[in-house]
């Protein structure tokens, strides 16, 4: 494969995963995050879309390196480092507002709503930033 094939795998491989998230997560704005499953679930997909980030991301970023894109790798790798740091920072604030939620405090559901909408706005930065950049990824060598 050529570097510029590499480099545009890379991108649509991280577009799946983000792309999922943006269709997938305005779903639970529909639903009450007081009902258990329904927060379990959107728990287990924040907790799949980093993980899932995170690897892809670190994958990319080794794939664009043996490519020799370096620049290209930074920009991935700064994607993967936001998934890994993302999940080490949401993952607790989600279980606690759900141990809070299940132990009576009736202000949880809307501050997990507030992360939900926190983690949708951050998927849509790095989602625009990603796919603002695919053209200048092509081009540059």
Known sequence: MTPDAIAIAVMIILLFPMGYFTLASPAFLLVKLDIQPVAQLLR???NI??????????????ALIVAGRFVSAAGVGLIAAFAICGRRWFMPRIDQQLSARDAGDTEA?????????????????????????????????
């Open 49 to 62: 879309h980093f993980l899932v980030m995170s690897v892809a991301g670190v994958a990319g970023t080794l």
């Open 109 to 141: 559901p809307r501050r997990l709503r507030r992360l939900h909408w926190s983690g949708m706005l951050c998927n849509a930065v790095l989602l625009v930033a990603l796919v603002a950049g695919i053209p200048y990824i092509a081009t540059s060598g």
């Open 44 to 46: 287990g997909m924040f």
